[in-house]
Protein backbone atom coordinates (compact mmCIF):
# COMPACT_ATOMS: atom_id res chain seq x y z
CA UNK A 1 0.00 0.00 0.00
CA UNK A 2 1.60 3.24 -0.97
CA UNK A 3 1.58 5.99 2.00
CA UNK A 4 1.15 9.18 0.82
CA UNK A 5 -0.98 10.85 3.43
CA UNK A 6 0.53 14.41 4.93
CA UNK A 7 1.55 12.94 7.94
CA UNK A 8 2.25 8.96 6.54
CA UNK A 9 1.22 7.26 9.86
CA UNK A 10 -2.42 6.56 11.70
CA UNK A 11 -2.27 7.32 15.35
CA UNK A 12 0.91 8.63 17.14
CA UNK A 13 3.70 9.07 16.05
CA UNK A 14 5.65 6.39 16.91
CA UNK A 15 2.60 4.35 15.01
CA UNK A 16 5.52 5.05 12.12
CA UNK A 17 9.04 3.86 10.50
CA UNK A 18 12.03 5.90 10.29
CA UNK A 19 11.66 6.21 6.22
CA UNK A 20 8.20 7.36 6.46
CA UNK A 21 9.05 10.22 8.93
CA UNK A 22 12.29 10.87 6.69
CA UNK A 23 10.01 10.90 3.70
CA UNK A 24 7.68 13.30 5.19
CA UNK A 25 10.09 15.74 6.34
CA UNK A 26 11.78 15.80 2.98
CA UNK A 27 8.86 16.42 1.73
CA UNK A 28 7.51 19.51 4.01
CA UNK A 29 10.96 20.71 5.34
CA UNK A 30 13.04 20.06 2.30
CA UNK A 31 15.40 22.84 2.97
CA UNK A 32 16.29 22.92 6.58
CA UNK A 33 19.50 21.41 7.54
CA UNK A 34 19.16 17.32 9.03
CA UNK A 35 22.91 17.40 9.71
CA UNK A 36 25.92 18.54 9.26
CA UNK A 37 29.51 16.88 8.83
CA UNK A 38 32.59 18.49 9.55
CA UNK A 39 35.01 17.46 6.49
CA UNK A 40 38.75 19.02 5.99
CA UNK A 41 37.87 21.96 8.47
CA UNK A 42 34.35 22.77 7.24
CA UNK A 43 31.03 22.27 8.40
CA UNK A 44 28.96 20.50 5.31
CA UNK A 45 25.11 20.49 5.32
CA UNK A 46 22.45 18.18 4.48
CA UNK A 47 18.61 19.43 4.05
CA UNK A 48 16.11 16.28 5.26
CA UNK A 49 15.55 16.65 1.50
CA UNK A 50 19.41 15.39 1.01
CA UNK A 51 19.19 12.85 3.76
CA UNK A 52 16.10 11.35 2.07
CA UNK A 53 17.57 11.16 -1.55
CA UNK A 54 21.22 9.32 0.06
CA UNK A 55 19.28 6.98 2.21
CA UNK A 56 16.91 5.99 -1.41
CA UNK A 57 20.37 6.24 -3.33
CA UNK A 58 21.67 3.59 -0.70
CA UNK A 59 18.46 1.30 -0.48
CA UNK A 60 18.52 1.06 -4.30
CA UNK A 61 22.05 -0.06 -4.41
CA UNK A 62 22.13 -2.61 -1.66
CA UNK A 63 19.25 -3.91 -2.42
CA UNK A 64 20.70 -4.59 -6.45
CA UNK A 65 23.97 -5.77 -4.97
CA UNK A 66 21.88 -8.39 -3.11
CA UNK A 67 20.25 -7.42 0.43
CA UNK A 68 16.53 -7.87 0.72
CA UNK A 69 13.70 -8.22 3.32
CA UNK A 70 14.86 -9.54 6.65
CA UNK A 71 19.02 -9.76 5.90
CA UNK A 72 21.34 -8.05 8.25
CA UNK A 73 22.85 -5.23 6.76
CA UNK A 74 26.27 -4.43 9.86
CA UNK A 75 28.21 -1.44 10.33
CA UNK A 76 31.65 -0.68 11.68
CA UNK A 77 32.33 2.75 11.54
CA UNK A 78 32.80 6.28 13.73
CA UNK A 79 30.10 8.91 14.01
CA UNK A 80 29.73 10.38 10.08
CA UNK A 81 26.66 10.53 7.56
CA UNK A 82 27.38 7.13 5.71
CA UNK A 83 26.53 5.39 8.90
CA UNK A 84 22.94 7.27 9.27
CA UNK A 85 22.42 6.62 5.62
CA UNK A 86 23.49 3.17 4.93
CA UNK A 87 21.33 2.07 8.50
CA UNK A 88 18.22 3.67 7.10
CA UNK A 89 18.76 2.25 4.14
CA UNK A 90 19.19 -1.52 5.23
CA UNK A 91 15.71 -0.36 7.07
CA UNK A 92 13.84 0.61 4.23
CA UNK A 93 14.58 -2.75 2.66
CA UNK A 94 13.11 -4.26 5.28
CA UNK A 95 16.36 -5.14 6.37
CA UNK A 96 17.86 -5.28 10.46
CA UNK A 97 20.86 -2.77 10.93
CA UNK A 98 23.24 -4.14 13.46
CA UNK A 99 26.05 -1.62 15.03
CA UNK A 100 30.02 -3.10 15.92
CA UNK A 101 31.82 -1.48 18.16
CA UNK A 102 34.46 -0.11 16.44
CA UNK A 103 36.99 -0.64 18.60
CA UNK A 104 36.20 -4.57 18.83
CA UNK A 105 38.86 -7.06 17.58
CA UNK A 106 38.16 -9.70 15.33
CA UNK A 107 36.88 -12.21 17.37
CA UNK A 108 34.70 -10.14 18.65
CA UNK A 109 33.41 -8.62 15.17
CA UNK A 110 33.38 -12.18 14.46
CA UNK A 111 31.03 -13.57 17.32
CA UNK A 112 28.68 -10.44 16.00
CA UNK A 113 28.44 -11.06 12.51
CA UNK A 114 27.94 -14.84 13.05
CA UNK A 115 25.57 -14.53 15.85
CA UNK A 116 23.48 -11.73 13.66
CA UNK A 117 23.38 -13.58 10.24
CA UNK A 118 24.92 -10.49 8.70
CA UNK A 119 25.20 -10.48 4.99
CA UNK A 120 26.47 -7.06 4.25
CA UNK A 121 29.03 -5.01 6.15
CA UNK A 122 30.00 -1.20 6.23
CA UNK A 123 33.04 -0.45 7.72
CA UNK A 124 35.08 3.07 8.25
CA UNK A 125 38.01 2.20 7.03
CA UNK A 126 41.22 -0.21 6.65
CA UNK A 127 41.73 -1.22 10.08
CA UNK A 128 37.92 -2.04 10.21
CA UNK A 129 38.08 -3.76 7.14
CA UNK A 130 40.74 -6.10 8.27
CA UNK A 131 39.06 -6.72 11.47
CA UNK A 132 35.96 -8.41 9.29
CA UNK A 133 38.50 -10.20 7.22
CA UNK A 134 40.23 -11.90 10.07
CA UNK A 135 37.12 -12.79 11.39
CA UNK A 136 36.66 -15.94 9.73
CA UNK A 137 33.23 -14.96 9.17
CA UNK A 138 32.40 -14.74 5.02
CA UNK A 139 29.83 -11.74 4.71
CA UNK A 140 28.45 -11.05 1.15
CA UNK A 141 30.02 -7.50 0.96
CA UNK A 142 31.87 -5.56 2.44
CA UNK A 143 31.20 -1.23 2.25
CA UNK A 144 34.37 0.83 3.02
CA UNK A 145 33.49 4.12 3.56
CA UNK A 146 37.19 5.71 3.56
CA UNK A 147 38.62 4.17 0.06
CA UNK A 148 42.51 4.89 0.88
CA UNK A 149 44.70 1.53 1.24
CA UNK A 150 42.28 -0.80 -1.09
CA UNK A 151 44.96 -1.40 -3.54
CA UNK A 152 46.26 -4.12 -1.14
CA UNK A 153 42.82 -5.95 -1.79
CA UNK A 154 43.17 -5.99 -5.21
CA UNK A 155 41.50 -9.29 -5.59
CA UNK A 156 38.32 -8.40 -3.84
CA UNK A 157 37.75 -4.98 -4.48
CA UNK A 158 34.23 -4.49 -7.08
CA UNK A 159 33.21 -7.82 -6.43
CA UNK A 160 33.44 -8.46 -2.08
CA UNK A 161 34.78 -5.23 -1.46
CA UNK A 162 32.95 -2.03 -2.67
CA UNK A 163 33.34 1.78 -1.36
CA UNK A 164 30.66 4.01 -0.27
CA UNK A 165 31.21 6.31 -2.56
CA UNK A 166 30.58 3.86 -5.52
CA UNK A 167 27.08 2.42 -3.90
CA UNK A 168 25.81 6.04 -3.60
CA UNK A 169 26.64 6.49 -7.55
CA UNK A 170 25.18 3.11 -8.22
CA UNK A 171 21.98 4.35 -6.57
CA UNK A 172 21.99 7.48 -7.73
CA UNK A 173 22.02 6.01 -11.49
CA UNK A 174 19.23 3.56 -10.62
CA UNK A 175 17.28 6.54 -8.70
CA UNK A 176 17.13 8.53 -11.57
CA UNK A 177 16.54 5.45 -13.82
CA UNK A 178 13.24 5.14 -12.46
CA UNK A 179 13.64 4.12 -8.58
CA UNK A 180 11.70 6.66 -7.12
CA UNK A 181 8.75 4.44 -7.64
CA UNK A 182 10.76 1.79 -6.56
CA UNK A 183 11.12 3.36 -3.45
CA UNK A 184 7.69 4.12 -2.91
CA UNK A 185 6.92 0.34 -2.96
CA UNK A 186 9.35 -0.48 -0.87
CA UNK A 187 8.04 2.51 1.61
CA UNK A 188 4.47 0.35 1.00
CA UNK A 189 5.66 -2.34 2.32
CA UNK A 190 6.65 -1.19 6.05
CA UNK A 191 4.87 -1.98 8.86
CA UNK A 192 5.86 0.19 12.54
CA UNK A 193 6.09 -3.45 14.30
CA UNK A 194 8.95 -5.06 11.89
CA UNK A 195 12.49 -5.35 13.54
CA UNK A 196 14.50 -2.76 12.50
CA UNK A 197 17.44 -3.42 14.17
CA UNK A 198 19.52 -6.07 15.93
CA UNK A 199 21.18 -3.91 19.11
CA UNK A 200 24.06 -5.70 21.48
CA UNK A 201 23.20 -5.85 25.25
CA UNK A 202 26.53 -4.86 27.55
CA UNK A 203 27.07 -8.26 28.33
CA UNK A 204 28.41 -7.51 32.06
CA UNK A 205 27.68 -11.50 32.84
CA UNK A 206 28.78 -12.93 29.65
CA UNK A 207 28.65 -12.64 25.84
CA UNK A 208 26.57 -9.83 24.40
CA UNK A 209 23.03 -10.73 23.54
CA UNK A 210 21.08 -9.37 20.03
CA UNK A 211 17.69 -7.53 21.16
CA UNK A 212 15.57 -7.33 18.47
CA UNK A 213 13.96 -3.59 18.37
CA UNK A 214 10.96 -2.47 16.17
CA UNK A 215 10.63 0.82 14.33
CA UNK A 216 7.63 0.83 16.97
CA UNK A 217 9.64 0.54 20.22
CA UNK A 218 12.48 3.26 19.11
CA UNK A 219 9.68 5.69 17.91
CA UNK A 220 7.58 5.18 21.27
CA UNK A 221 10.70 5.59 23.29
CA UNK A 222 11.66 8.75 21.53
CA UNK A 223 7.70 9.70 21.31
CA UNK A 224 7.77 9.68 25.29
CA UNK A 225 11.06 11.32 25.91
CA UNK A 226 10.06 14.30 24.18
CA UNK A 227 6.61 14.44 25.82
CA UNK A 228 8.39 15.21 28.71
CA UNK A 229 11.49 17.14 27.22
CA UNK A 230 10.32 18.70 23.96
CA UNK A 231 13.32 19.43 21.83
CA UNK A 232 12.94 22.15 19.15
CA UNK A 233 14.21 22.55 15.96
CA UNK A 234 16.56 24.50 16.29
CA UNK A 235 18.71 22.96 18.49
CA UNK A 236 21.94 21.58 18.04
CA UNK A 237 23.32 17.91 19.13
CA UNK A 238 26.38 16.62 18.87
CA UNK A 239 26.95 12.59 17.62
CA UNK A 240 29.91 10.94 19.20
CA UNK A 241 29.40 8.48 21.54
CA UNK A 242 29.46 4.87 19.65
CA UNK A 243 27.38 4.28 17.26
CA UNK A 244 26.44 0.72 18.16
CA UNK A 245 25.11 1.70 21.60
CA UNK A 246 21.65 2.09 21.89
CA UNK A 247 22.33 5.67 23.35
CA UNK A 248 23.81 6.57 20.17
CA UNK A 249 21.14 4.95 18.14
CA UNK A 250 18.28 6.62 19.95
CA UNK A 251 19.07 10.14 19.98
CA UNK A 252 20.44 10.26 16.38
CA UNK A 253 18.16 8.59 14.18
CA UNK A 254 14.33 8.23 16.16
CA UNK A 255 14.42 11.06 18.43
CA UNK A 256 16.30 13.59 15.50
CA UNK A 257 13.35 11.99 13.32
CA UNK A 258 10.84 13.21 15.81
CA UNK A 259 12.45 16.57 17.40
CA UNK A 260 13.84 17.99 13.76
CA UNK A 261 17.14 19.00 15.37
CA UNK A 262 20.33 19.32 13.88
CA UNK A 263 23.15 16.53 14.32
CA UNK A 264 26.39 17.39 13.93
CA UNK A 265 29.28 14.73 13.16
CA UNK A 266 32.78 15.42 14.10
CA UNK A 267 35.47 15.33 11.34
CA UNK A 268 37.46 12.98 13.46
CA UNK A 269 37.90 11.27 16.80
CA UNK A 270 40.69 13.05 17.54
CA UNK A 271 38.97 16.51 16.95
CA UNK A 272 36.01 15.73 18.43
CA UNK A 273 36.21 17.97 21.65
CA UNK A 274 37.64 20.87 19.21
CA UNK A 275 34.34 20.25 17.19
CA UNK A 276 31.87 20.24 20.16
CA UNK A 277 32.76 23.08 21.51
CA UNK A 278 32.62 24.88 18.08
CA UNK A 279 29.34 24.05 18.19
CA UNK A 280 28.22 24.31 21.65
CA UNK A 281 25.20 21.48 21.93
CA UNK A 282 21.42 22.65 23.13
CA UNK A 283 21.63 18.96 24.76
CA UNK A 284 23.82 16.23 25.24
CA UNK A 285 23.51 12.41 26.34
CA UNK A 286 26.59 10.48 27.42
CA UNK A 287 27.55 7.82 29.78
CA UNK A 288 28.78 8.95 33.54
CA UNK A 289 32.24 8.06 31.99
CA UNK A 290 31.99 10.95 29.48
CA UNK A 291 30.91 13.22 32.71
CA UNK A 292 33.38 12.28 34.63
CA UNK A 293 36.43 13.00 32.14
CA UNK A 294 34.98 16.47 31.54
CA UNK A 295 34.53 17.07 35.19
CA UNK A 296 38.20 15.59 35.96
CA UNK A 297 39.52 18.30 33.03
CA UNK A 298 37.73 21.17 35.05
CA UNK A 299 39.38 20.17 37.97
CA UNK A 300 42.05 19.90 36.59
CA UNK A 301 42.41 23.10 34.93
CA UNK A 302 40.94 25.29 38.05
CA UNK A 303 44.44 23.35 39.82
CA UNK A 304 46.34 24.59 36.67
CA UNK A 305 45.29 27.69 36.89
CA UNK A 306 46.96 31.43 38.54
CA UNK A 307 46.10 32.16 42.10
CA UNK A 308 43.31 34.69 41.27
CA UNK A 309 41.40 32.76 38.26
CA UNK A 310 41.72 29.61 40.60
CA UNK A 311 40.42 31.86 44.18
CA UNK A 312 37.35 33.24 42.19
CA UNK A 313 36.24 29.81 40.40
CA UNK A 314 36.22 28.15 44.05
CA UNK A 315 34.06 31.34 45.24
CA UNK A 316 31.79 30.66 42.27
CA UNK A 317 31.75 26.99 42.73
CA UNK A 318 30.78 27.13 46.40
CA UNK A 319 28.14 29.64 45.86
CA UNK A 320 26.94 27.69 42.56
CA UNK A 321 26.72 24.41 44.85
CA UNK A 322 25.03 25.97 48.00
CA UNK A 323 22.47 26.89 45.51
CA UNK A 324 22.24 23.52 43.25
CA UNK A 325 22.03 22.03 47.35
CA UNK A 326 18.97 23.55 47.96
CA UNK A 327 17.17 23.26 44.29
CA UNK A 328 17.95 19.31 44.55
CA UNK A 329 15.61 18.34 47.18
CA UNK A 330 11.80 17.13 46.95
CA UNK A 331 9.16 19.38 46.48
CA UNK A 332 11.86 21.99 45.26
CA UNK A 333 12.32 23.07 41.59
CA UNK A 334 14.12 26.51 41.89
CA UNK A 335 16.23 27.49 44.92
CA UNK A 336 15.31 30.12 47.15
CA UNK A 337 15.70 34.48 45.48
CA UNK A 338 18.93 34.92 47.79
CA UNK A 339 20.81 32.16 46.26
CA UNK A 340 19.20 32.64 42.94
CA UNK A 341 20.61 36.32 42.51
CA UNK A 342 24.10 35.30 44.05
CA UNK A 343 24.63 32.19 41.68
CA UNK A 344 23.50 34.82 38.54
CA UNK A 345 26.10 37.07 39.99
CA UNK A 346 28.42 33.47 40.20
CA UNK A 347 27.81 32.59 36.55
CA UNK A 348 28.79 35.78 35.27
CA UNK A 349 31.89 36.10 37.17
CA UNK A 350 33.54 32.42 36.82
CA UNK A 351 31.42 29.85 36.00
CA UNK A 352 30.36 30.70 32.29
CA UNK A 353 34.32 30.59 31.32
CA UNK A 354 34.85 27.26 32.56
CA UNK A 355 31.30 26.11 31.07
CA UNK A 356 32.47 27.90 27.05
CA UNK A 357 35.74 26.49 27.22
CA UNK A 358 34.22 23.10 27.83
CA UNK A 359 31.74 23.51 25.35
CA UNK A 360 28.54 23.34 27.89
CA UNK A 361 27.43 26.87 27.89
CA UNK A 362 24.45 26.37 25.87
CA UNK A 363 23.00 23.90 27.25
CA UNK A 364 19.46 23.38 28.17
CA UNK A 365 19.33 19.56 29.21
CA UNK A 366 21.92 16.38 29.96
CA UNK A 367 21.34 13.34 29.93
CA UNK A 368 23.46 10.60 31.50
CA UNK A 369 22.70 6.81 31.32
CA UNK A 370 23.85 3.49 30.67
CA UNK A 371 25.01 2.96 33.86
CA UNK A 372 24.88 5.08 37.56
CA UNK A 373 26.56 8.31 37.73
CA UNK A 374 27.81 8.63 41.80
CA UNK A 375 25.51 11.81 43.34
CA UNK A 376 28.46 13.86 43.83
CA UNK A 377 28.66 14.27 40.02
CA UNK A 378 24.94 15.73 39.71
CA UNK A 379 25.60 17.89 42.10
CA UNK A 380 29.18 19.26 40.47
CA UNK A 381 27.43 19.62 37.38
CA UNK A 382 24.10 21.80 38.72
CA UNK A 383 26.55 23.86 40.72
CA UNK A 384 28.17 25.26 37.12
CA UNK A 385 24.66 25.78 35.92
CA UNK A 386 24.21 22.27 34.12
CA UNK A 387 21.16 20.53 34.08
CA UNK A 388 22.22 16.80 34.22
CA UNK A 389 19.39 14.46 34.70
CA UNK A 390 20.07 11.20 34.91
CA UNK A 391 17.89 8.52 33.02
CA UNK A 392 17.05 4.91 33.34
CA UNK A 393 16.45 2.18 31.00
CA UNK A 394 18.28 -0.89 28.84
CA UNK A 395 18.83 -1.69 25.07
CA UNK A 396 15.82 -4.17 25.71
CA UNK A 397 13.46 -1.35 26.23
CA UNK A 398 15.27 0.94 23.15
CA UNK A 399 16.90 3.02 25.85
CA UNK A 400 14.95 4.86 28.42
CA UNK A 401 12.27 4.20 30.71
CA UNK A 402 13.08 6.91 33.60
CA UNK A 403 14.48 10.15 33.22
CA UNK A 404 14.53 13.04 35.61
CA UNK A 405 11.79 15.68 34.91
CA UNK A 406 13.43 19.54 34.49
CA UNK A 407 11.54 20.55 37.83
CA UNK A 408 11.89 17.54 39.92
CA UNK A 409 15.80 16.42 39.22
CA UNK A 410 16.95 14.49 41.95
CA UNK A 411 20.84 13.22 42.78
CA UNK A 412 19.93 10.05 44.75
CA UNK A 413 17.13 9.46 42.05
CA UNK A 414 16.91 8.03 38.35
CA UNK A 415 13.97 9.84 37.86
CA UNK A 416 10.31 9.31 37.00
CA UNK A 417 9.25 6.60 34.32
CA UNK A 418 7.96 8.41 30.97
CA UNK A 419 4.70 8.72 30.02
CA UNK A 420 3.92 5.52 28.48
CA UNK A 421 6.25 3.40 30.47
CA UNK A 422 5.56 1.36 33.88
CA UNK A 423 7.76 0.37 36.67
CA UNK A 424 7.26 -1.78 39.46
CA UNK A 425 9.34 -3.41 42.03
CA UNK A 426 9.33 -7.19 42.62
CA UNK A 427 8.96 -8.91 45.95
CA UNK A 428 12.79 -9.72 45.61
CA UNK A 429 13.52 -6.12 44.80
CA UNK A 430 14.04 -6.58 41.09
CA UNK A 431 12.85 -3.54 39.03
CA UNK A 432 10.27 -4.48 36.34
CA UNK A 433 9.26 -2.89 33.54
CA UNK A 434 6.88 -2.72 30.93
CA UNK A 435 6.10 -0.01 27.29
CA UNK A 436 5.49 -0.03 23.84
CA UNK A 437 9.23 0.26 23.70
CA UNK A 438 9.90 -3.00 25.15
CA UNK A 439 11.65 -5.68 22.76
CA UNK A 440 10.31 -8.41 20.74
CA UNK A 441 13.02 -10.71 21.95
CA UNK A 442 16.60 -11.96 21.59
CA UNK A 443 17.61 -12.45 18.34
CA UNK A 444 17.74 -16.43 18.05
CA UNK A 445 17.38 -17.04 21.83
CA UNK A 446 14.09 -18.03 22.95
CA UNK A 447 15.08 -19.49 25.94
CA UNK A 448 16.57 -15.89 27.05
CA UNK A 449 13.62 -14.08 25.91
CA UNK A 450 11.31 -15.99 27.74
CA UNK A 451 13.71 -15.76 31.16
CA UNK A 452 13.80 -11.91 30.26
CA UNK A 453 10.28 -10.99 29.29
CA UNK A 454 7.81 -12.81 31.88
CA UNK A 455 4.17 -12.27 31.70
CA UNK A 456 4.58 -8.81 29.80
CA UNK A 457 6.90 -7.32 31.92
CA UNK A 458 10.89 -6.68 31.68
CA UNK A 459 13.47 -8.21 34.12
CA UNK A 460 15.96 -5.82 34.14
CA UNK A 461 18.29 -7.70 36.97
CA UNK A 462 18.40 -4.07 38.77
CA UNK A 463 17.46 -4.06 42.13
CA UNK A 464 15.70 -0.75 43.05
CA UNK A 465 12.85 0.81 45.38
CA UNK A 466 10.39 3.26 44.39
CA UNK A 467 9.53 6.79 46.59
CA UNK A 468 6.43 7.24 47.71
CA UNK A 469 5.95 10.12 44.75
CA UNK A 470 7.03 8.04 42.05
CA UNK A 471 11.03 8.17 41.87
CA UNK A 472 13.16 5.40 40.86
CA UNK A 473 16.11 4.23 43.11
CA UNK A 474 18.71 2.14 41.61
CA UNK A 475 20.83 0.40 43.85
CA UNK A 476 22.92 -1.80 41.55
CA UNK A 477 22.56 -5.01 39.69
CA UNK A 478 21.20 -7.80 41.31
CA UNK A 479 23.93 -10.45 40.74
CA UNK A 480 26.46 -7.25 41.89
CA UNK A 481 25.38 -7.00 45.01
CA UNK A 482 28.19 -7.73 47.81
CA UNK A 483 27.28 -9.70 50.95
CA UNK A 484 29.70 -9.95 54.01
CA UNK A 485 30.74 -12.27 55.77
CA UNK A 486 28.23 -10.96 58.82
CA UNK A 487 25.16 -11.23 55.70
CA UNK A 488 25.82 -7.02 55.21
CA UNK A 489 24.92 -6.62 51.66
CA UNK A 490 26.33 -3.28 49.80
CA UNK A 491 25.81 -1.88 46.36
CA UNK A 492 29.51 -1.62 44.88
CA UNK A 493 28.71 0.42 42.78
CA UNK A 494 27.94 3.48 44.99
CA UNK A 495 30.96 3.49 46.70
CA UNK A 496 32.56 3.27 43.35
CA UNK A 497 31.01 6.18 42.09
CA UNK A 498 31.66 8.10 44.99
CA UNK A 499 35.88 7.12 44.33
CA UNK A 500 35.76 8.28 40.76
CA UNK A 501 34.49 11.28 42.03
CA UNK A 502 38.10 12.11 42.91
CA UNK A 503 39.95 13.48 39.89
CA UNK A 504 43.18 11.35 40.70
CA UNK A 505 41.28 7.97 40.45
CA UNK A 506 40.14 6.46 36.95
CA UNK A 507 38.58 3.15 37.77
CA UNK A 508 37.91 1.38 40.79
CA UNK A 509 36.30 -2.08 41.21
CA UNK A 510 34.90 -2.88 44.91
CA UNK A 511 35.79 -6.66 46.15
CA UNK A 512 34.74 -8.18 49.55
CA UNK A 513 32.03 -11.11 49.06
CA UNK A 514 32.19 -13.07 51.95
CA UNK A 515 34.89 -11.38 53.85
CA UNK A 516 34.83 -9.45 56.65
CA UNK A 517 35.41 -5.57 55.11
CA UNK A 518 35.62 -4.39 51.64
CA UNK A 519 38.88 -3.40 49.63
CA UNK A 520 38.93 -1.77 46.31
CA UNK A 521 41.33 -2.73 43.35
CA UNK A 522 42.23 0.92 41.83
CA UNK A 523 43.02 2.68 38.41
CA UNK A 524 44.74 6.00 38.86
CA UNK A 525 43.82 8.46 36.15
CA UNK A 526 46.71 8.87 34.33
CA UNK A 527 46.25 12.34 32.44
CA UNK A 528 45.39 13.86 36.02
CA UNK A 529 47.92 12.14 38.49
CA UNK A 530 50.87 12.49 35.67
CA UNK A 531 50.02 16.61 35.79
CA UNK A 532 50.09 16.54 39.64
CA UNK A 533 53.26 14.26 39.79
CA UNK A 534 54.66 16.72 37.11
CA UNK A 535 54.31 19.67 39.28
CA UNK A 536 55.68 17.92 42.19
CA UNK A 537 58.73 16.92 39.97
CA UNK A 538 58.35 13.48 40.54
CA UNK A 539 60.08 11.31 37.76
CA UNK A 540 57.87 8.57 35.91
CA UNK A 541 58.19 6.56 33.06
CA UNK A 542 54.55 5.22 32.26
CA UNK A 543 51.58 4.34 33.52
CA UNK A 544 52.75 1.30 35.70
CA UNK A 545 55.25 3.35 36.99
CA UNK A 546 53.77 6.10 37.93
CA UNK A 547 50.86 3.59 39.50
CA UNK A 548 52.97 2.87 41.83
CA UNK A 549 55.28 5.62 43.41
CA UNK A 550 54.79 5.58 47.26
CA UNK A 551 53.81 9.12 46.65
CA UNK A 552 51.08 8.46 44.07
CA UNK A 553 49.95 5.67 46.57
CA UNK A 554 49.75 8.15 49.64
CA UNK A 555 47.40 10.35 47.47
CA UNK A 556 45.30 8.07 46.62
CA UNK A 557 45.51 6.79 50.16
CA UNK A 558 43.87 10.27 51.28
CA UNK A 559 41.59 10.13 47.98
CA UNK A 560 39.66 7.00 49.97
CA UNK A 561 40.07 8.52 53.52
CA UNK A 562 38.02 11.42 52.63
CA UNK A 563 35.82 9.43 51.06
CA UNK A 564 35.29 6.90 53.59
CA UNK A 565 34.60 9.51 56.45
CA UNK A 566 31.10 10.10 54.32
CA UNK A 567 30.34 6.23 54.43
CA UNK A 568 28.67 3.72 57.23
CA UNK A 569 31.05 1.73 58.66
CA UNK A 570 30.56 -1.44 57.10
CA UNK A 571 30.66 0.05 53.25
CA UNK A 572 34.46 1.75 54.08
CA UNK A 573 37.29 0.70 52.36
CA UNK A 574 39.91 -0.92 54.43
CA UNK A 575 42.62 -1.80 52.15
CA UNK A 576 43.54 -1.10 48.49
CA UNK A 577 45.69 -2.12 45.44
CA UNK A 578 46.51 0.70 43.09
CA UNK A 579 47.15 -1.87 39.51
CA UNK A 580 49.68 -1.45 36.86
CA UNK A 581 47.51 -1.56 34.24
CA UNK A 582 44.28 -0.49 33.49
CA UNK A 583 41.06 -2.37 33.31
CA UNK A 584 40.18 -2.49 29.54
CA UNK A 585 37.87 -3.90 27.16
CA UNK A 586 40.37 -6.04 25.46
CA UNK A 587 40.82 -7.85 28.06
CA UNK A 588 37.30 -8.46 28.92
CA UNK A 589 37.74 -6.75 32.46
CA UNK A 590 34.81 -4.42 31.32
CA UNK A 591 32.52 -3.90 28.46
CA UNK A 592 32.68 -1.71 25.11
CA UNK A 593 30.65 0.92 26.66
CA UNK A 594 32.90 0.33 29.58
CA UNK A 595 30.86 -1.11 32.12
CA UNK A 596 33.56 -3.17 34.77
CA UNK A 597 32.63 -7.17 34.27
CA UNK A 598 33.14 -8.10 37.99
CA UNK A 599 33.16 -11.85 37.60
CA UNK A 600 35.82 -11.65 35.59
CA UNK A 601 37.84 -9.33 37.83
CA UNK A 602 37.19 -11.26 40.35
CA UNK A 603 38.40 -14.66 38.84
CA UNK A 604 41.53 -12.39 37.38
CA UNK A 605 42.84 -11.27 40.28
CA UNK A 606 41.94 -13.79 42.93
CA UNK A 607 45.19 -14.49 43.93
CA UNK A 608 45.72 -10.93 44.79
CA UNK A 609 42.23 -10.49 46.23
CA UNK A 610 43.31 -13.41 49.06
CA UNK A 611 46.40 -11.78 49.43
CA UNK A 612 44.44 -8.86 50.59
CA UNK A 613 42.46 -10.28 53.23
CA UNK A 614 45.48 -12.63 54.70
CA UNK A 615 46.46 -9.49 55.16
CA UNK A 616 50.20 -9.29 53.05
CA UNK A 617 51.33 -6.22 52.53
CA UNK A 618 52.70 -7.04 49.56
CA UNK A 619 51.91 -9.23 46.09
CA UNK A 620 53.92 -10.46 43.06
CA UNK A 621 50.88 -9.69 40.45
CA UNK A 622 51.01 -11.52 37.08
CA UNK A 623 47.51 -10.67 34.18
CA UNK A 624 47.61 -11.46 31.00
CA UNK A 625 47.33 -8.33 28.47
CA UNK A 626 45.88 -8.59 24.78
CA UNK A 627 47.43 -6.76 21.95
CA UNK A 628 45.59 -4.96 19.51
CA UNK A 629 46.81 -7.51 17.05
CA UNK A 630 45.39 -10.37 18.91
CA UNK A 631 49.13 -11.76 20.90
CA UNK A 632 48.76 -12.39 24.36
CA UNK A 633 51.28 -11.48 26.94
CA UNK A 634 52.35 -11.80 30.59
CA UNK A 635 53.11 -8.99 33.03
CA UNK A 636 54.38 -9.38 36.36
CA UNK A 637 55.09 -6.92 38.92
CA UNK A 638 54.73 -6.56 42.23
CA UNK A 639 52.25 -4.27 43.86
CA UNK A 640 51.85 -2.35 47.83
CA UNK A 641 48.88 -3.36 49.48
CA UNK A 642 48.05 -0.09 51.12
CA UNK A 643 45.86 0.01 54.80
CA UNK A 644 43.26 2.56 54.85
CA UNK A 645 41.70 4.95 57.74
CA UNK A 646 38.26 5.68 58.82
Known amino acids: MERRREKPWEGEVYESTFPWLLEWRARTQPGRVAFRWKRYGIWRRYTWRDYYLRVAYAALALESLGLGPGDTGAFITFNRPSWVIYEVGVQLLGGRAMGIYRDSLSDEVGYLLDSGDAKFVLVEGQEQLDRVLDSGVDVDKIIVDEAKGLHQYRGMVGSKIVTFGDVMRLGRKLYSDGGDQKVKKLMGELEPDMVCGLFTTSGTTGLPKLAMISFKNMLAMAYQLNTVDPVREDWEYVSFLPTAWIGEQMMSIPYHMIGGFKVNFPETPHTLWRDFREIAPHFMFSPPRIWERIAKDIMARVDDADPIKRAAFRLAYKIGYEAARRRLVKGRSRPPTLWRALYYLAYWLALRAVLDKAGLKRIVRAYTGGAMIGEDYVIFYHSLGVNLKQIYGQTEVAGIAVVHPDDDVRPDTVG ?48 GVLTEDGHLKVLDRAKEIIVLSDGTKVAPQVIQNKLKFSPYIGEAAIVGSGKPYLAALVNIDFEIVSRWAERRRIPFTSYSDLSQKPEVLQLLKREIEKVNRRLPEKERIRRFVSLFKEFHPDDEEMTRTRKLRRMVIESRYAGLIEAIYRGDEEYELTVTMKLEDGRRVQVTRRVKIIDVEG
Open 416 to 463: KPLPLTEVKIAEDGEILMRSPAMMKGYYKNEEATAKTIVDGWLRTGDV
